[in-house]
Structures are given as structure tokens and as C-alpha cells.
């Protein structure tokens, strides 16, 4: 399972929060210390052992299932009272990267589980290949044509494919099994999760009846450790 993924959300650990450490403690997982000190270190872990730490009242955290999607989850919830703050649940997106048949790269794209599919080009750092012409005393508008012919010819495409949202890691190793020959790079499969709030001080009662769903894997209290 990923750790929460702070970059996006609003309990960000960056050079201008030292005095903050922001933790998960995943209820029901057993997380050994060992591991907690590969994510807090050591100052942090031993803050824990130390009782020097509180949670963020009134708002959990609640991972889900990995074939989820947002409308899902927010009906679901919805249905249920459940207010949900913020939601993180991305479908899985793959680069290819190797240079299979188009025709290949075309079939893959109208599979009925991918989602969309899309084309960037890859930039090159031109300033090795200015500086190759220019020791060659090119000028002017030669300059400029060589120029752009070898920034173009350098310049790479890269296919990105992304699936739906019923489709896991599992189902896409099946998906891709029949794509044989197309080598891919797997970018985005973050574990699916939501924020949730509630009244301070009902957390722990919330989270064991949200864990009830057949959809949620587990909740996460949200831990802060102080000086």
C-alpha cells in the first residue's frame, strides 16, 4: 500500500513545516516500527514511543478498494451520510516504451477498458546540438535550419494510455498479456482513498463502521507530532 500521498493534499511535509511530522497509523495493519521509521525517522519514531502525539480531530483518512471510481464513492457515501472532504482516486495510466507496430498502439487504444489515450512529445536538450553548430561556423538562416532538423529528429513521441476505473494492476497485466509485443511503464496506481470528516471525538466509531463496507480495504487516523 502507498503511503498517503502528501504532495497532494492539504497536510503537506515540505522544508517549511519542521515543526510538523504528519503520520498515518493505519489501524488493523500492525505496522511494526521498523517501517514507521523508514517514513518519520528516527526523531520521529521515537516521539511515538514517547506518547508525544496527537491526531487531527474531526477527519480521517478511508482507503479503498482498487476498482473504485469517484462517482462510486461519492454516491455510496452520499447514501450513507458520509461527508467526504477530499478525494484521491485515480484510474491507472501507462507509458509505452518501446516502438511497437502502430497498428498495434491502435488496437490497444480502442481496447473497451482503456479509457483515453494520448501522444506527448519528449523534449531534448537542444543547447548540445547548438553548440555543435556553432563550432562548425554555421550562421544565419543555415544555422537555423540544421538547427531545427536535428531538434526535430531527436525529438521523441510517447504514448500514454489510460484505463478506466475497473481496472487494477491485476486486469491490466491480463489486458496487456494480449499486447505482446508492447512494453509499457506503469505511472499512475496510487492506492484510492478519501478523506473523510466528522463531529471531533466520534473518529474511532466512524471508522470501525466504515470499514464494514465491502469497498473500503481500511481507515487511517492522521497523526501530528509536536516539538
Known amino acids: 500500500m502507498r503511503p498517503y500521498d502528501f504532495q497532494k493534499h492539504s497536510f503537506l511535509l515540505s522544508s517549511f513545516m519542521k515543526r510538523l ?3 498515518l497509523l493505519l489501524l488493523g495493519f500492525g505496522v511494526h516500527f521498523k517501517i514507521l521509521a523508514q517514513v518519520i525517522g528516527d ?4 516521539r511515538i514511543q514517547d506518547g508525544q502525539v496527537s491526531f487531527l480531530e474531526g477527519e480521517f483518512i478511508v482507503f479503498l478498494n482498487d476498482t473504485v471510481s469517484p462517482d462510486f464513492i461519492e454516491r455510496k457515501f452520499s447514501e450513507l451520510d458520509y461527508n467526504i472532504s477530499f478525494s ?3 484510474p491507472i495510466l501507462i507509458s509505452i ?3 511497437p507496430d502502430d497498428s498495434v498502439l491502435t488496437n490497444l487504444g480502442k481496447h473497451p477498458n482503456v479509457n483515453r489515450s494520448y501522444i ?23 544555422f ?10 531527436q525529438t ?15 486486469r491490466l497485466k491480463e489486458i496487456m498479456g494480449s499486447f505482446r509485443s508492447v512494453a509499457y511503464q ?42
Request: proline content about 3%; overall charge negative; aromatic content about 10%.
Open 21 to 23: 511530522i504528519l503520520l
Open 43 to 46: 526523531e520521529g519514531l521515537q
Open 88 to 90: 484521491d482516486i485515480n
Open 97 to 99: 516504451v518501446n516502438s
Open 120 to 142: 506527448e512529445s519528449i523534449p531534448v536538450d537542444s543547447s548540445y546540438f547548438r553548440e555543435l553548430l556553432e563550432e562548425q561556423g554555421l550562421l544565419g538562416a543555415a
Open 144 to 153: 537555423e535550419q540544421a538547427f531545427s532538423r536535428l531538434v526535430e529528429s
Open 156 to 170: 521523441k513521441e510517447e504514448y500514454f494510455f489510460e484505463f478506466d476505473y475497473s481496472v487494477n494492476e491485476s
Open 186 to 227: 506503469l505511472l499512475q496506481n496510487y492506492t484510492r482513498s478519501v478523506n473523510v470528516t466528522c463531529t471531533p471525538g466520534k473518529e474511532q466509531e466512524l471508522m470501525e463502521e466504515i470499514e464494514q463496507l465491502p469497498y473500503v480495504e481500511n481507515t487511517a487516523l492522521i497523526g501530528v507530532l509536536g516539538d
